[in-house]
């Protein structure tokens, strides 16, 4: 049976002509693990695989330069991912000793590819700021803006697409970066719907929030990354080959919040991303896909409090997110009854007395607590920490050259690799 997989693997052993790299920002291997649950449909007594499974092919170690210790945030990781050199925690593209370090991306553009970011995040957050800026910090959220102007790669913006949030960071009484990319060529786009008519082969700046996307429950488009991801790589395609950066920014956020239904609505919208770029490099088998994450984010555990059960079922229909759910639930004249809707389960037992006493919490933040502490009961999620964590974290690819990243990897090879692979185009 000819299937995409086998378009893959012939191809497997060529130099790539386009390089996709999909961060999910904090996706531990406990999030695709729970999102396989998730996703199983149970009406059958196997757990169905998905794409995951299919395109597993390693395990990277994620620790930052030795300063920062054994546990990495996102912008020492990204700069490793970005330029195969390791650098303190808060690190924009710049070693441990603040100088700066060139990344793929700016090594593609310098090699006269086109270059972009489709991220969740403002455009301008810790991984897209790696991939196209240099910062001593990660935020001084201004100037990395400022530099995706400002820097030029031979002449050349750094990228050609920027797909995201943060019109408040390009959009300033100081500065209307936006104004300044439009009067030089670029497309600009403030709904998703508005990328659907720029010209294929456009420049395109694309802000659609203020700080970050919407979470992925709570946007008009539950899948906003893969939206995004098409129309990026319909500006992208040319003879000389692309460099994209995708970034499924939320996962991290929803772990930061131990907020288990946002983390498996932000692993849905990667997981269709992947899929669609499966199918385009079955398409296109001269594209290269790599998906990692940067690091494991709140210490997520499938099961906890030595009760051997866990309970997607709770999660699967749900309408909105907790903290939706917590600014709006006031305002209802059921607010169980509201939230029993938005949840996406039948309540049973004390639930709706539990819900209608949640309701009653004067604080917006005791609220969605309360909301997550009843959400995790329900379903017996585990957490450990608002922050990240140390453990190593899976690789996946896929495409012309993937074969590069089996086994046990450090984060700094994916981008040696994929310098090698640009030099040898
Ligand atoms: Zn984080």
């Known amino acids: 049976m000819a299937t995409t997989s ?202 659609f929030a203020p700080v970050g996307l919407p979470a992925a429950l709570d946007d008009e ?9 098409e129309h ?30 946002s983390a498996m609505a932000e692993m849905d919208d990667m997981s269709v991303t992947v899929s669609y770029l499966h199918d385009y490099v079955a398409a296109h088998p001269d594209t290269l896909v790599v998906l990692t994450a940067d690091h494991s984010t709140g210490g997520l555990t499938i099961g906890a409090n030595g009760v051997y059960e866990w309970h997607p079922e709770y999660l699967r229909n749900m309408q909105s997110s907790v903290s939706s759910i917590a600014v709006n639930m006031v305002s209802e004249d059921s607010p169980a009854g509201y939230a029993e809707a938005q949840l996406g389960f039948t309540f049973e037992g004390d639930d709706t007395a539990r819900v209608t006493d949640i309701a009653a919490l004067p604080d917006f933040e005791a609220r969605e607590t309360a909301l997550k502490a009843f959400l995790d009961e329900k379903t017996n999620t585990g957490w450990t920490t608002g922050g990240h964590t140390g453990v190593d974290v899976e690789v996946f690819a896929f495409g012309a050259g993937a074969h590069a990243f089996a086994g046990q990897l450090d984060n700094t090879d994916i981008a040696k690799t994929f310098f090698q692979y640009l030099e040898a185009k």
């Open 221 to 229: 488009n539950h899948h906003r990354l893969s939206y995004m991801t």
């Open 6 to 207: 086998d378009v893959t693997l012939t191809n497997d052993k060529h130099i790539p002509r386009n390089i996709i790299m999909v961060v999910a920002d904090g996706m531990g291997p406990a999030y695709t693990t729970a999102y396989r649950n998730y996703a199983d449909d149970p009406s059958t007594p196997a757990i169905e695989t998905g794409i995951l499974d299919e395109i597993l092919v390693g395990n990277a170690s994620t620790y930052p330069a030795a300063v920062s210790g054994y546990v990495t945030d996102s912008a020492a990781a990204a700069t490793a991912l970005a330029t195969g050199v390791k650098s303190y925690n808060g690190a924009i593209g710049v070693d441990a000793n603040k100088q700066p370090v060139e990344s793929v991306l700016q090594r593609a553009k310098k090699l006269g590819m086109r270059t972009g970011v489709a991220v969740t995040s403002q455009i301008n957050h810790a991984t897209p700021a790696s991939y196209l800026a240099h910062n001593e910090s990660r935020k001084n959220y201004d100037a990395i803006a400022d530099s995706f102007y400002d820097d030029k790669v031979n002449g050349h913006f750094v990228a050609n697409v920027m797909l995201g949030g943060g019109t408040q960071y390009f959009v300033r009484e100081d500065r209307n970066l936006v104004t300044a990319f439009t009067e030089n060529g670029y497309q600009y786009v403030e709904a998703y719907d508005e990328l659907a008519s720029v010209p294929a082969g456009s420049d395109v700046i694309g802000l």
């Open 232 to 261: 990026a790589i319909k500006h992208l395609e040319n003879p000389e080959g692309f460099f994209l950066l995708v970034e499924a920014s939320q996962v991290d956020w929803a772990g930061h919040a131990n907020d288990i239904g």
